[in-house]
């Protein structure tokens, strides 16, 4: 072997050493490439994105199909829509009440204050004082002429009343129907028409979960909506209304917004905004349109509203009297519808025609609701032994006792 071969031979051997190095690098990192194609690559049966926590439980079926998306049941538009073509028939109502001062016959901090306000008044050299109350609230017209629909303790006390529409009209406008039971005022608005009037809904027809949106003019910020669901219904005992079955609603009811409307999904009026739970959040209330029909109908027929009248208190029975249905009669008036069909102080009245009570509220909202001169056939308990009294309803007098 000759001198100059060592060189060669160990250059050839350097150079293969080299050779099999990159080749081990070189597959190392096209093994951790193809790793991570291969767990990047969906598997079978298995669709991509995230995990199990994105996955619907839902598994449509011939009777059960796929619903639609969101935006097809409700675009995003729909609220919108709703508002602006409500915005027209909702009003924004100011109230102004005169309150004057008053001096008592005793005056109990200065007879001699009494004295001189007492000569001054007689001599016409002084004028009492008079306070201006303003209020708010709202309401919706609900027929072209100019009728208003809104809470009768918006207007109760009211010396001055003046509506402002959505165009920026402010006009006066006065009462031309009332009624405290169902806490109801129907207004006439004074200046020309025609006005854009509500489409009224069927309020029998909501369940709980509907969406639901509320109209009016709270703290006085006229034309405002906010959205919500209808919580409940029926809702009673709330020593709101001497007639309870309101709509409790999670839409937004704030001061002012007593008397302004309760929308549908299809922009239809199923309310009246009425009171809220002032010891929770997002409990309100509304007056079914349902109970305003009436209402409104007899007032536009210039007939005076009438309560049906029996002439009897009941209250719901004591906690562990019998199985605790039914309601017990406290009072019956002397000479009353009750009287003179036979009812008696302490008979407990188990069933209204072929409807079984459940509690003062229902029994009451059942004889208002039917009307006056409506005969109704009552299943009562007097003594342990049932008993049915056949009782007509007559025009509540304006004068209970004699």
Same mark, same amino acid.
């Given at each position: 072997?000759?001198?100059?071969?060592?060189?060669?031979?160990?250059?050839?051997?350097?150079?293969?050493?080299?050779?099999? @190095?990159?080749?081990?690098?070189?597959?190392?990192?096209?093994?951790?490439?193809?790793?991570?194609?291969?767990?990047?690559?969906?598997?079978?049966?298995?669709?991509?994105?995230?995990?199990?926590?994105?996955?619907?439980?839902?598994?449509?079926?011939? =009777?059960?199909?796929?619903?639609?998306?969101?935006?097809?049941?409700?675009?995003?538009?729909?609220?919108?829509?709703?508002?602006?073509?409500?915005?027209?028939?909702?009003? !924004?109502?100011?109230?102004?009440?005169?309150?004057?001062?008053?001096?008592?016959?005793?005056?109990?901090?200065?007879?001699?204050?009494?004295?001189?306000?007492?000569?001054?008044?007689?001599?016409?050299?002084?004028?009492?004082?008079?306070?201006?109350?303003?209020?708010?609230?709202?309401?919706?017209?609900?027929?072209?002429?100019?009728?208003?629909?809104?809470?009768? !303790?918006?207007?109760?006390?009211?010396?001055?009343?003046?509506?402002?529409?959505? %165009?920026?009209? =402010?006009?006066?406008?006065?009462?031309?129907? =009332?009624?405290?039971?169902?806490?109801?005022?129907?207004?006439?608005?004074?200046?020309?028409?025609?006005?854009?009037?509500? %489409?009224?809904?069927?309020?029998?027809?909501?369940?709980?979960?509907?969406?639901?949106?509320?109209?009016?003019?709270?703290?006085?910020?006229?034309?405002?909506?906010?959205?919500?669901?209808?919580?409940?219904?029926?809702?009673? !005992?709330?020593?709101?209304?001497?007639?309870?079955?309101?709509?409790?609603? %999670?839409?937004?009811?704030?001061?002012?917004?007593?008397?302004?409307?309760?929308?549908?999904?299809?922009?239809?009026?199923?309310?009246?905004?009425?009171?809220?739970?002032?010891?929770? !959040?997002?409990?309100?209330?509304?007056?079914?349109?349902?109970?305003?029909?009436?209402?409104? %109908?007899?007032?536009?027929?210039?007939?005076?509203?009438?309560?049906?009248?029996?002439?009897?208190?009941?209250?719901?029975?004591?906690?562990?009297?019998?199985?605790?249905?039914?309601?017990?009669?406290?009072?019956?008036?002397?000479?009353?519808?009750?009287?003179?069909?036979?009812?008696?102080?302490?008979?407990?009245?188990?069933?209204?025609?072929?409807?079984?009570?459940?509690?003062?509220?229902?029994?009451?909202?059942?004889?208002?609701?039917?009307?006056?001169?409506?005969?109704?056939?009552?299943?009562?308990?007097?003594? @342990?032994?049932?008993?049915?009294?056949?009782?007509?309803? =007559?025009?509540?007098?304006?004068?209970?006792?004699?």
């Amino acid at each position: 072997m000759s001198g100059d071969s060592m060189p060669t031979f160990f250059f050839g051997r350097g150079r293969l050493r080299g050779a099999l @190095g990159l080749a081990l690098v070189v597959g190392v990192f096209s093994g951790a490439f193809a790793a991570c194609e291969r767990a990047d690559a969906p598997r079978p049966g298995r669709a991509s994105g995230p995990g199990p926590a994105a996955t619907s439980a839902y598994r449509p079926t011939e =009777e059960n199909p796929a619903p639609p998306s969101a935006e097809v049941l409700i675009p995003r538009t729909r609220f919108a829509q709703i508002a602006k073509a409500a915005a027209p028939m909702v009003v !924004h109502l100011k109230t102004v009440q005169e309150l004057r001062d008053e001096w008592p016959l005793f005056h109990r901090k200065s007879d001699h204050a009494f004295f001189e306000r007492f000569f001054k008044d007689l001599l016409g050299l002084s004028k009492k004082a008079v306070t201006k109350q303003e209020g708010v609230g709202s309401g919706f017209i609900v027929n072209p002429a100019g009728f208003v629909l809104t809470n009768f !303790h918006v207007v109760r006390h009211a010396d001055e009343i003046r509506a402002v529409l959505s %165009d920026g009209r =402010e006009m006066r406008a006065y009462v031309v129907g =009332e009624d405290p039971r169902t806490d109801l005022a129907l207004l006439r608005l004074e200046g020309e028409g025609p006005f854009p009037a509500a %489409d009224l809904g069927d309020s029998d027809r909501l369940e709980s979960g509907e969406w639901a949106m509320a109209a009016g003019s709270p703290l006085g910020l006229s034309q405002t909506f906010t959205v919500g669901v209808v919580s409940a219904t029926g809702r009673s !005992h709330l020593g709101i209304t001497s007639r309870e079955n309101f709509i409790q609603t %999670d839409a937004s009811i704030n001061y002012g917004n007593s008397g302004g409307p309760l929308l549908n999904i299809n922009g239809e009026v199923v309310g009246i905004n009425t009171a809220i739970m002032p010891t929770g !959040h997002g409990i309100g209330f509304a007056i079914p349109v349902n109970m305003a029909r009436g209402f409104v %109908d007899e007032v536009l027929r210039d007939q005076p509203v009438r309560a049906a009248w029996l002439g009897i208190e009941a209250r719901a029975p004591f906690a562990g009297q019998a199985d605790g249905n039914g309601v017990v009669l406290q009072s019956v008036q002397w000479g009353s519808p009750a009287w003179r069909s036979g009812l008696r102080p302490s008979d407990r009245i188990l069933r209204v025609d072929d409807t079984d009570l459940e509690g003062a509220a229902q029994f009451k909202r059942m004889i208002a609701d039917g009307g006056v001169g409506v005969e109704r056939t009552l299943t009562v308990e007097r003594d @342990g032994a049932p008993e049915t009294i056949r009782v007509r309803s =007559e025009a509540q007098p304006s004068r209970v006792f004699p």
